[in-house]
C-alpha cells in the first residue's frame, strides 16, 4: 500500500527557533500534500495544502510567515515551523494525495505524525 | 456550529460487542464521507469511505450514511481490543477538492 514517512518522529526545541518536518511519499508520487495539525483530544485541523512546485495555500487564520511550506518535488513537501513558541507545540500530521487522473478523496494517505515541543 | 460534529467518548465497551459511532453535518454540499483509525500518537488510516446514501460493508466494519438526516455511522461488530483507537468520521465536499474536513474523534476502548 502506499505510505507516507514523516521525519522527525518528535522533536523538542527551544523557544525562537526554527524546526523542519519532513514528509516523503515512499513508494508513490503525490502532486498534493496537505499539513494538519492535531491538539491534544482534538480533531485535525487543515493547515495548508501544498502542491507541487507552487506556492501553498493556506487555511483561514495560518501564519504563512510562520509556517513555511515547501514542496519541492513529487515525493516530498516540508513544513517549517519558524521563530518557534511553546503555543506551536502539537502534533503535526502530512498527508499525500495519490496522483493520477481521477484524485480519489480515498487516496490521501497520512503520515505517521510528528510531535514537536517547544520549551 | 461546527461543520462537522462527532461524540468524543471515551466510549468502553467488552471484547464481542457491537459497536456504533456517529458523525452529524450541516453542510448539506458534503458528499463523500470516510472513517479513519488512529492508534495513539500515529497518523490516521482509512477504514472505510462511501460516496452514497446507504450501508457499505467491509468486513467487521459497516459506514452508514443517511445524507437525508446528516448523519453517518460505523458500526463494528465482534469488536476485539485491537480495535482500541480514536476512529475520525472526515468528509469532503467534491472529488477532486479533497479538502477534508474532520470530526473530533471518538476515543475506544474494548476491554478484553
Known amino acids: 500500500g502506499a505510505v507516507v514517512s514523516q521525519h522527525p518522529s518528535r522533536v523538542i526545541c527551544k523557544s525562537g527557533t526554527s524546526v523542519k518536518i519532513e514528509c516523503r511519499s515512499l513508494?508513490?508520487?503525490?502532486?498534493?500534500m496537505f499539513w494538519y495539525r492535531q491538539f491534544p483530544k482534538k480533531s485535525l485541523m487543515l493547515m495548508a495544502t501544498?502542491?507541487?512546485?507552487?506556492?501553498?495555500?493556506?487555511e483561514q487564520g495560518v501564519e504563512k510567515d510562520k509556517f513555511l511550506i515547501n514542496h519541492a518535488s513529487l515525493t516530498l513537501s516540508t513544513l517549517t515551523v519558524t521563530s518557534a513558541h511553546p503555543e506551536d507545540s502539537s502534533f503535526y500530521i502530512c498527508?499525500?494525495?495519490?496522483?493520477?487522473?481521477?484524485?480519489?478523496?480515498?487516496?490521501?494517505?497520512f503520515g505517521p505524525g510528528t510531535r514537536l515541543l517547544v520549551l | 456550529q461546527k461543520e462537522v460534529e462527532q461524540d468524543p467518548g471515551p466510549l468502553s465497551v467488552p471484547e464481542g460487542a457491537i459497536v456504533s459511532l456517529n458523525c452529524t453535518y450541516s453542510?448539506?454540499?458534503?458528499?463523500?464521507f470516510m472513517w479513519y483509525r488512529q492508534y495513539s500518537r500515529k497518523g490516521p488510516e482509512l477504514l472505510m469511505y462511501?460516496?452514497?446514501?446507504g450501508n457499505k460493508e467491509d468486513g467487521r466494519f459497516t459506514a452508514q450514511v443517511d445524507k437525508s438526516s446528516k448523519y453517518i455511522s460505523l458500526f463494528i461488530r465482534d469488536s476485539q481490543p485491537s480495535d482500541s483507537a480514536t476512529y475520525l468520521c472526515?468528509?469532503?465536499?467534491?472529488?477532486?477538492?479533497?479538502?477534508?474536513?474532520f470530526g473530533q474523534g471518538t476515543r475506544l476502548t474494548i476491554n478484553p
Open positions: 498527508s499525500a494525495l495519490l496522483a493520477g487522473p481521477v484524485r480519489l478523496a480515498e487516496t490521501q494517505y
Open positions: 513508494d508513490f508520487q503525490a502532486t498534493t
Open positions: 501544498s502542491n507541487e512546485g507552487s506556492k501553498a495555500t493556506y
Open positions: 453542510n448539506s454540499a458534503f458528499q463523500y
Open positions: 462511501t460516496y452514497s446514501s
Open positions: 472526515a468528509m469532503t465536499v467534491i472529488q477532486g477538492a479533497q479538502k477534508l474536513v
